[in-house]
């Protein structure tokens, strides 16, 4: 099936550093999402993206749609603790189709 | 307003016994879906509901699973006989009814973390 290849694994920053995460996939995708899970929760949607190209803010984090709709990359500018978490990137190969997962970035930052 | 809600929060079996997680969507919305949650993974979609209807099952092992969601509001997902690789976080997801660009967001519950001994 379609899989989604997340990169790092793993992270653990400094607070106020800056993060940068991303997703490829050997398939194209129509829509890429990127979510947050924290421990013993569901993932929170973040940032949702719909066009090739498509540069996405939500305050601390922006999100692209790659051009060739094969990826798409999340930063966080200027980390804080709170920011902890797994993030996953999803993505979505046709409209109404389902989504697929990555396996996930684990974020640590160092107060 | 109420998010998804889900229950237990967590399960401890011995393999060959059935389990059971419930699920209540956010009200009003039409699609339900489960996922099943691997240590270290995204969650994998299980079985997607558009109302009453099972509209997208191919992931759900039928030997072992079912699932149902009677009356199109609230859903139940069975596992019977449970094995050791079925542990994993069970979560539930809901939406509303797909708009012109065929996207709208997923809300997840908090999962059920099931442990099979």
């Known amino acids: 099936g379609q899989q989604l290849n997340q990169s790092p694994q793993s992270m653990f920053i400094q607070e106020g550093e800056d993060v940068s995460m991303n997703c490829t996939s050997s398939?194209?995708?129509?829509?890429w999402l990127w979510y947050k899970q924290d421990p013993g929760e569901g993932p929170v949607l973040l940032i949702a993206?719909?066009?090739?190209?498509e540069l996405t803010s939500n305050g601390r984090l922006t999100a692209q749609f790659g051009i060739t709709r094969k990826d798409s990359f999340l930063n966080i500018s200027a980390s804080i603790p709170s920011d902890v978490g797994i993030y996953f990137c999803a993505g979505m190969p046709g409209y109404g189709n389902k989504l697929v997962f990555g396996a996930g970035t684990i974020l640590r930052v160092k107060s | 307003e109420a998010g998804v809600v889900q229950s237990p929060r967590y399960k401890i079996i011995e393999k060959k016994q059935p389990v059971a997680f419930w699920c209540n969507p956010i009200s009003g919305h039409n699609t339900l879906y489960w996922y099943r949650q691997n240590l270290g993974q995204g969650p994998e979609l299980l079985i997607r509901y558009e109302n009453e209807e099972a509209v997208d099952d191919s992931q759900l092992p039928k030997d072992r699973f079912s699932a149902e969601r009677l009356k199109g509001v609230d859903s139940t997902l069975k596992i019977q006989p449970a094995e050791l690789g079925d542990s994993a976080v069970y979560l539930c997801?809901?939406?509303?009814?797909?708009?012109?660009?065929?996207?709208?967001?997923?809300?997840f519950g908090p999962g059920t973390r099931l442990t099979v001994l």
């Open positions: 993206l719909y066009k090739a190209g």
């Open positions: 997801a809901s939406e509303t009814a797909r708009g012109l660009a065929g996207v709208n967001e997923q809300f």
């Open positions: 398939s194209i995708f129509n829509t």
